[in-house]
C-alpha cells in the first residue's frame, strides 16, 4: 500500500486567512500537529490516528484523506474537498 497523492487534495484556510492545499497523508498530518487550531475533537483525533495508519501501511490513503475532510469540517476551516 502507498502512501502517495490523494487523488483530490483538500482545500483548507489556515489561521491567516491563506488557503492551503493539502494533497497527501504527510501534509495533512503535519498540519494537524503543527497549525491546527483546535486540536480537540472526535475528528481531529480520528484523522492523526488515520494519518498515522496509512503512514505505517495499515490503511490506504484514501481513508486519510476522508479523516482529514472531516476534521476540517468540525474545525469549522474547511472550504472544499
Known amino acids: 500500500m502507498s502512501a502517495g497523492p490523494w487523488s483530490e487534495c483538500v482545500v483548507v484556510r489556515s489561521g491567516d486567512g491563506t488557503l492551503v492545499f493539502v494533497s497527501t497523508t504527510s501534509e495533512a498530518l503535519a498540519m494537524l500537529q503543527e497549525a491546527w487550531p483546535r486540536r480537540k475533537g472526535p ?3 480520528a484523522a492523526v490516528s488515520a ?4 503512514l505505517s501501511g495499515h490503511l ?3 481513508v486519510a484523506r476522508i479523516a482529514f ?12 474537498p
Open 51 to 54: 494519518c498515522e495508519e496509512v
Open 60 to 62: 490506504a490513503p484514501y
Open 43 to 45: 475528528a481531529y483525533h
Open 69 to 80: 475532510l472531516d476534521a476540517s469540517r468540525e474545525a469549522g476551516i474547511a472550504v472544499a
